[in-house]
């Protein structure tokens, strides 16, 4: 007990200490003198440009102070309740304060959670530095790691004890990734003390875009503010200038997670790194990783950033069992690496064999500079594709999977393009913009180039532009789509310009022929397979102030019932012969074990129970693995090593095969299913025609 005591006497005076000497350094933020005119004029063009009409009330204040609390600590980490409580008198001011520009409030809160999260990192700090052995990992006790089921802290008291559990959590993760005590416990203090320089370096412009952007998403998630720095830096921030690894990012958090892998890009090609992986840790060639967590964005972005064929190392968490350490070679995001590419896999079904074409789009691109130079050989989606079916035409293949897979879009005019080569002549896309004018000039104007039979791939992340081409191909009963729910992205934004700054925000909203949108809801596939994504935390639907799926009236277009009539047979072989194949059914299997271990609202917070858990999360997977692997007489993986270094090779293997494609696989047996019954059912209409001749 003394002890303990001791412990005690000695935390609180170094927090005091601490505590006392960082907030003395702290000086309250307040608005710059162009913040109120700059404020104004984000809330005019909104009103005035953007697509949504939002009306500038008490609701939307209630909306904003919600946002913006949620934007600054959407973990519930910093503020008390009596702080939340506090900022209540705010409630239904913030809609007047906006139309005068006045942010005040805006800084009022920050200062606040500043103070709030300086005084608990450096409490933090103070604990981890006074005693290496301060935790018992032998307790049971667990911590609720779901914030949106937590409360405000009541006081500070219970602020220390979840901000406890937090930092055993992260000591445990750190001993079963490898380190050492004294070592996770070294780093552990640099992530605090990095999280708490981030906090003092804030200042009154980095404030203010906060707040802009809080008020911005509310008109919708794609529409944000952009403080000079970001602007110069956006392309930077968002998508490394297509430079570096190709990767999209943003802050959540104390982390930076991956928003998007673009296609083509070194991350794309070296194929481990996905959307909401956490980078936690950034390392230059054979040198040591660096801890990022608690960083700034653009701070990482520097790190990962750096000259063409050099080596960049991410430790990543990808909410598996383990942190996953990858290698990718810097580059240049290559025309040619993003271009359409053509297979042929071979189909066994039903004693008949079928030789079918699969074309690979992954992003909707076109060279637009070598276009507008009269270059007859600019390359494009639409011109590759074409030459693509050419080539299997030739080939004699009895049909085509378009795979759209992680297809995140690109140019409109490229996908009413690529819809051209298998429509006739009719409207692609409806576009309607704020003024509610809809537009209907994205056709197809010649006959189609293939009429054979087709099936779409796509999945959770298939979006934008994809949606489009997949959508027109669905609303003409041309072909049948297969997958996954899409992405659900169904806007256009625009840059405006800002007397500092810019501002990006939605002007128009896509809708299919059919009349649906594609905004939210996405592509419903008409086979549905499992999905490696979680829709709660992936795509449209997902984001706040998402605008709504609607509808407009369709346009004249036609329509063939011919793929639309074998749905119900085609869903009813794949259901018998997918769950039944060893490969679709482990994949789906796995992908459902995983899903449901990463929903786990609370976590152990015992260190051999913790390591059980993650052990029979990899256990369980290698158990579905080796079985599926034995029903094809392979031999069996030893161990978990044995199974990664066997992926590792396969990952260097270009070759596809149904073992490690089977959605693809399974595509191909449902296009050929399709073929079989399109044939069987032109067999009976000759049939008929016949037998109606004779009669006559």
């Known amino acids: 007990m003394r002890q303990l005591t001791a412990l005690t006497i000695l935390v609180s005076t170094l927090f005091v200490t601490l505590v006392s000497s960082n907030t003395e350094e702290l000086t309250a933020l307040a608005p710059e003198s162009q913040h109120p005119k700059l404020f104004r004029e984000i809330l005019t063009e909104l009103a005035t440009t953007h697509y949504s009409n939002q009306t500038i009330d008490d609701q939307l204040s209630q909306k904003l102070l919600d946002t913006y609390l949620d934007r600054l600590d959407s973990p519930k980490r910093f503020f008390l309740a009596a702080d939340i409580e506090e900022f209540q008198q705010w409630q239904y001011k913030l809609d007047d304060f906006a139309k005068r520009g006045d942010v005040s409030a805006a800084f009022f809160i920050f200062n606040r959670l500043r103070e709030r999260a300086v005084d608990q990192l450096t409490r933090n700090i103070a604990f981890l530095e006074s ?4 935790f018992d990992f032998t307790l049971n006790e667990t911590i609720l790691i779901d914030s949106e089921q937590r409360s405000w802290f009541a006081d500070t008291t219970i602020a220390d004890d979840f901000w406890r559990k937090a930092m055993k959590d992260s000591m445990i993760r750190l001993l079963i990734s490898g380190k050492d005590p004294d070592e996770a416990n070294m780093l552990l203090i640099k992530r605090y003390q990095a999280l708490l320089n ?3 370096q804030r200042n009154s412009k980095d404030v203010f875009e906060q707040y802009a952007n809080a008020f911005a998403s509310l008109y919708d998630p794609h529409s944000s503010y952009f403080t000079p720095r970001s602007s ?11 430079e570096g690894i190709g990767a999209q990012l943003t802050t959540e958090d104390e982390f930076t997670e991956v928003v998007d892998v ?4 070194p991350a794309d090609i070296q194929g481990i790194l996905k959307p909401k992986d956490k980078i936690i840790g950034v390392g230059q060639g054979d040198n040591d990783i660096v801890d990022v967590i608690g960083w700034r964005i653009d701070d990482v972005v520097d790190l990962i950033r750096g000259e063409k064929g050099s080596i960049v190392r991410l430790q990543i968490d990808s909410g598996g069992s383990s942190d996953k350490i990858i290698s990718i070679v810097r580059d240049t995001v290559k025309l040619e690496e993003k271009s359409a590419q053509s297979s042929i896999i071979n189909i066994t079904n039903k004693g008949k064999n079928y030789k079918l074409g699969v074309i690979e789009i992954p992003t909707f691109y076109m060279d637009f500079e070598a276009y507008r130079k009269r270059d007859p050989n600019y390359k494009s989606t639409s011109r590759d594709v074409r030459k693509l079916l050419s080539d299997l035409k030739a080939q004699s293949v009895d049909g085509v999977v378009l795979d759209l897979r992680n297809n ?5 005019y490229e996908a009413t393009a690529l819809t051209d080569l298998f429509i006739d002549y009719g409207p692609v896309v409806q576009i309607r913009d704020a003024n509610q004018k809809i ?5 197809a104007t010649s006959k189609a180039y293939y009429d054979g039979p087709m099936v779409v791939l796509i999945n959770r992340l298939s979006a934008s532009a994809s949606e489009i081409f997949a959508g027109a191909i669905q609303d003409y009963g041309r072909g049948l789509i297969v997958g996954s729910q899409s992405y659900g992205k169904g806007t256009v934004q625009t840059m405006s310009e800002l007397s500092s700054g810019l501002l990006k925000l939605t002007v128009s909203k896509f809708y299919r022929v059919s009349g649906g949108s594609t905004q939210h809801r996405g592509i419903i596939p008409d086979i549905a397979y499992p999905s490696a994504f979680n829709a709660d935390e992936i795509g449209e639907s997902h984001l706040d102030s998402a605008l709504p799926w609607d509808q407009i009236d369709s346009a004249p277009h036609q329509y063939s019932n011919k793929i639309s009539d074998l749905i119900e047979p085609l869903q009813a072989a794949h259901k018998q012969r997918a769950y039944s194949d060893v490969n679709f059914s482990s994949m789906a299997k796995q992908l459902a074990l995983t899903q449901e271990w990463k929903e786990e609202k609370s976590i152990n917070l015992n260190l051999e129970q913790r390591k059980l858990r993650d052990n029979n999360l990899d256990l369980s997977l290698l158990a579905i693995e080796n079985k599926r692997r034995l029903s094809q007489k392979l031999k069996a993986y030893t161990d978990i090593e044995a199974w990664e270094l066997a992926q590792e090779n396969e990952d260097s293997d270009d070759t596809v095969s149904a073992e490690s494609d089977p959605m693809l696989f399974e595509t191909g047996f449902i296009l050929s299913d399709q073929i079989s019954l399109l044939q069987s059912n032109t067999a009976k209409v000759k049939n008929n025609k016949i037998i109606s001749h004779i009669n006559n």
Do not use: H
């Open 408 to 412: 995140g879009g690109g140019s409109l």
């Open 131 to 134: 005693n290496k052995k301060q």
């Open 198 to 200: 981030r906090y003092t």
């Open 439 to 443: 537009y209907r000039n994205q056709r």
């Open 262 to 265: 673009i296609s083509g890009g």
């Open 232 to 242: 110069k830096n956006f392309q930077i921030n968002m998508s490394l200038s297509l």
